[in-house]
Structures are given as structure tokens and as C-alpha cells.
């Protein structure tokens, strides 16, 4: 296969993704809750008016590009600081030519780039100069501002939070990097819309990965009479996955999830981990496979076995923590564990018909024996009047009547015999029992 180098030319020796970056909001995509017309950052930005701000978002989202762009915008004199490769006598060198731009009535915009890889100490290096002035600072995290940055430091900072990219987002960029001058507009690419659509999906969100991955498999693209031509085969190649055109906005995604949902809803193991493997390998996002998981284990185990739900919600957590591929195995614990739970709809079917109920009666005042009554008028006006404390009784249980009169003789819960909810049977019953006297 011949392979035609787009990078001869030293002109375009950077990567795609740099050749790319829009120099003005009008080029920039996503965020439209930040930039949107009338919307404040794009405000702040258009005036010249930026104040001290932390952008926090994924990566590949725009943080960087923002930050170019009001170093295009402003008429202050910007600096560009990285936290991996700077400390304290950097910050401090820094520091001191901003306080005497500053003497010279000259403002200073700092840009710090991964600014939660900076400890404590050379955080509260930037905050007396924020406080008086000196600086503007931009920081761009990754990491949630609350437990990274310095509560001092965060407290002068107005946070921004950066959405991952949508799939439509990624695709209006790619589609721009095949005509663009800039990216390959001046090669004929011949690249199908589901590949590009591929390419979206495989992202994530990632505006960066997006652009990386298109500029591989063009530079490895089948090249015929000065066309090159992208394949599937070329760009599974590329990302290492064989399922590039699964889409997770798509019907397959809906199939996939409801095959796994099925399969341990019927306690079957060994399917249910054969459909999340189907998903993780096509790119599924592990984020929402546990999110599903959390949901299941309410709606289908419910009070069968009360520990799945925190046994899940620990999967959602080491998904976070571990990412993929590492978390793989979690998800495979958690699918495995409900698989194998005792199952009960209960919960699901109770709320279902008490969401009827209150919606029909949402006029229904709270009964006055369950009112709280903090000031004379209310206890006036009986409200409180008539409640008994449990806590009083040595059987913890009263006869006081909790629901609406209207609804008085409705059962919701109806707890079945499986697993651990047969316990909780028996005691229901017995505290029914208890109530009516018998």
C-alpha cells in the first residue's frame, strides 16, 4: 500500500489538532451554555471583561482553545504557565513582572494550564496577587475545583464547567478538518460519513482524541491518482477496535443495554457479561453500563437483597476511579452479583402506582396530625393536633393514620418472598396486623 505523507511541508509539522484551533469564538464548537449568544462567558469575553475563572471539563473539550481565544481577545499582556513543568520559582518570576506591568497600569492575564497538579504551597503562591490585582488568573482542571484548588484561591474564582463535546459536535469539527485548508482540505480524502460518524463516537466527547484519530488514518490511508482513501480496516487498525461503527445514540445501543438488562433480570450470568463485553468493546462509555446497573439493582432486586444497590453504586464509583480498560472487571462484578440476586419488582410496581395516585390527588392537603406547627398561629390553626410518637410506645407503632383519607384503604408496597425481602414480608405483615387490631 503507498503511503502519501501530508507533512512535507514544514508548514504543517503540527499536529491536526493544533493546525485547527480557532482563534475567535466564531470558530469555536460545543459549550453553547457558556457562549451562546447573551450568555455570560461569551459576554465577559466579547467585552474584555474577564474577571479570575477555573475552566473544569474533560479533556479535548476546549479549555486551551478558550483560553487562546481571549488571549487573542484581550488587550492585556497574557501569560501561558503549565503546572507539569513549572514550581515555585517559576510562579514567583512570573508573579514579579505581572506586579510591575501592574505598577505600569498594564494588566496581567495568567493562564495555568492542569492547575490542580500544583500543590497547596504553590497555590497560595497566586493568591495575594489575584487578591490585589496583579494577575487575572485562568486555570483549566480536569479535576473537580472543590478538592483540587485551595478553598482561598477557588473563592476569587468564578468556576465555568466545560460539557464533553456531542456526537454532532465532533462530527461538524471532522467534516471541517477534511475541507479546511488548514487540516486536509488542499488532499482529496475520500472518508465515508460513517466513518466520520465512527470516528465521533469513538471519542467521547473528545475533541482532541476526534482530530488524532482522523489524522492517523489519513496519513495511513490507501493512496490511488493523489486521493487517499480511508477503509473500516484502516481505521480499526487505528483505534484498536473492531466495533468502530456502534452507535451509542443509535438503535444497537438501546438493543445492547436491553439484552444486558434482560439477561440478569432472567439470572442469567454468562449472557448478561457476554452483552456488557459487546458494549465495552464497541466503545460503550463504562459510565453509563453502571449508571443502568444502579438503576437494576432497585428495579429488579430492589429489597430481595438490599446490598446491591451500594454494591453498585461502589461499581459507578471504581468506574470513575479506574476508567477503561481497568474497570472492565468491575462492571463484570457488578453484572455477575445482580445476575445471580434474588429478584423483586416490588419497589418498581409500588412507585409506579403511587405516581398515579399522587399525581391524581396532588390537591390532597397533608393531614393536620402530620404537620409540623413552629409558631402559635399554627398550633391555633391545630396543625401538629392529634400525632402520635412512636418512639413513645414500647412497640415503636401507633394507630395514627399517615395518608390521606381518600387513599386510606391503598396497599403499594407488596413485598414478595424472595431472598431477603421474605423477612421484611413477615414483618410487614405483622405491623399491619398490630395496626388493625387483629
Known sequence: MEQLSLFDDRKTIAPLASRLRPDSLDGFIGQEHLLGKDRLLRRLIDADQISSMIFWGPPGVGKTTLANIIANKTHASFINFSAVTSGI??????MARAED???????????????????????????????????????????????????????????????????DHIRELLAGAVKNPKGFGQTEIAITDDLLNAIAVFSNGDARTALNTL???????????????????????????????????????????????????????????????RMLEAGEDPLYIARRLIRFASEDVGMADSQALPLAVSVYQACHF??????????????????????????????????????????????????????????????????????DTEEKLTHMSCIPDSLRDRTYYRPTVQGAEADVKERLERIKKWKSGT
Open 89 to 94: 520559582k517559576e510562579i514567583r518570576e512570573v
Open 322 to 391: 479506574n476508567g477503561m480498560p481497568e474497570c472492565n472487571v468491575n462492571l463484570a462484578h457488578a453484572v455477575t452479583y445482580l445476575s445471580l440476586a434474588p429478584k423483586s419488582n416490588a419497589l418498581y410496581t409500588a412507585y409506579g402506582e403511587c405516581r398515579e395516585d399522587a399525581l391524581r390527588t396532588l390537591a390532597e392537603p397533608v393531614p393536620l396530625q402530620l404537620r409540623n406547627a413552629p409558631t402559635k398561629l399554627m398550633k391555633e390553626l391545630h396543625y401538629g393536633e392529634g400525632y402520635e410518637y412512636a418512639h
Open 101 to 167: 506591568s501592574r505598577i505600569m497600569g498594564i494588566k496581567t492575564v495568567l493562564f495555568v494550564d492542569e492547575i490542580h497538579r500544583f500543590n497547596k504551597a504553590q497555590q497560595d503562591a497566586f493568591l495575594p496577587f489575584v487578591e490585589k490585582g496583579s494577575i487575572i488568573l485562568i486555570g483549566a482542571t480536569t479535576e473537580n475545583p472543590s478538592f483540587e484548588i485551595n478553598a482561598a484561591l477557588l473563592s476569587r474564582c468564578k468556576v465555568f464547567v466545560l460539557k464533553p463535546l456531542t456526537t
Open 215 to 277: 489524522e492517523m488514518a489519513v496519513t495511513n490511508g490507501a493512496v490511488s491518482a493523489g486521493k487517499i482513501t480511508v477503509t473500516e480496516e484502516i481505521l480499526e487498525q487505528c483505534t484498536s477496535r473492531k466495533s468502530l461503527l456502534y452507535d451509542k445514540n443509535g438503535e444497537e445501543h438501546y438493543n445492547l443495554i436491553s439484552a444486558l438488562h434482560k439477561c440478569m433480570r432472567n439470572s442469567d450470568p454468562d449472557a448478561a457479561l457476554y452483552w456488557l463485553a
